[in-house]
């Protein structure tokens, strides 16, 4: 079946442009999540949602980022004001059960975003 | 706070030299262990999830084990198509916890043919 679907796959804004980040996780999948990876670094939480729920956000670096998952399947993760360090790669990852359970998370292929 | 620590930061290995990628942590209560391979451009793919110690878990040349302060990831026989980026995570099982993972910074493996 189908994966864990990102776009755009590459964006360059310019200091001060806001951008928007879409994640379609894989269908009936519950629990999404969103991570910042950094060039040479692992990937880092930012925030995390239980169907349309966002229960954590405490990964988020400023009020400049902001996320949704209005209906409990696609997530918008939006950053407003971009500034240099908000340069790495966005990674979204959906799994199928609830907060108290081990799953797997199954990653997209992310959003490389530049900016300039 | 949850922390992770792969090393080396960075393997080279000859096709066929077997060796081992560690992985240690410290967090309140492990729910789970995860290992992912990351290529290039590409994200994170699941490959292996351990949840207690003494438990080991193999997929074609990989193996991995699991104590209660480390993980490693066996590699035998390598060959270049296991060149990559191995990423060590863990998941919390403590009161309020989600299901996040946190991640370490990942072993870059390369395998000369």
């Known amino acids: 079946g189908a994966g864990v679907s990102q776009s755009p796959r590459y964006k360059v804004a310019k200091r001060g442009q806001d951008v928007a980040l879409r994640c379609d996780p894989i269908s009936g999948h519950v629990s999404l999540f969103w991570y910042q990876q950094a060039l040479g670094q692992g990937p880092e939480f930012l925030t995390y949602?239980?169907?349309?729920?966002?229960?954590?956000k405490s990964g988020l670096p400023s009020d400049r980022f902001f996320a949704e998952r209005p209906e409990g399947s696609v997530s918008t993760l939006k950053i407003q004001r971009t500034q240099q360090e908000d340069s790495a790669v966005y990674l979204c990852a959906s799994s199928a059960a609830g907060s108290r359970a081990t799953d797997t998370q199954y990653f997209g292929p992310g959003t490389r975003l530049t900016v300039l | 706070e949850d922390q992770v620590t792969q090393s080396p930061e960075a393997l080279r290995l000859q096709e066929g030299e077997s060796s081992s990628l560690n992985c240690s942590y410290t967090?309140?209560?492990?729910?789970?262990l995860f290992w992912y391979r990351q290529d290039p451009g590409k994200g994170p793919e699941f490959l292996f999830t351990?949840?207690?110690a003494g438990e080991e878990k193999e997929k074609e040349r990989l193996k991995a084990t699991l104590t209660k302060k480390e993980s490693f990831l066996h590699i035998t026989a390598p060959k270049p198509e296991d060149s990559a980026t191995y990423l060590c995570a863990v998941q919390a099982s403590r009161r309020g916890a989600n299901s996040k993972l946190t991640f370490g910074k990942g072993i870059t493996l390369s395998v000369r043919p």
């Open positions: 351990l949840y207690s």
């Open positions: 967090v309140s209560g492990l729910r789970g």
């Open positions: 949602f239980q169907n349309e729920a966002q229960l954590d």
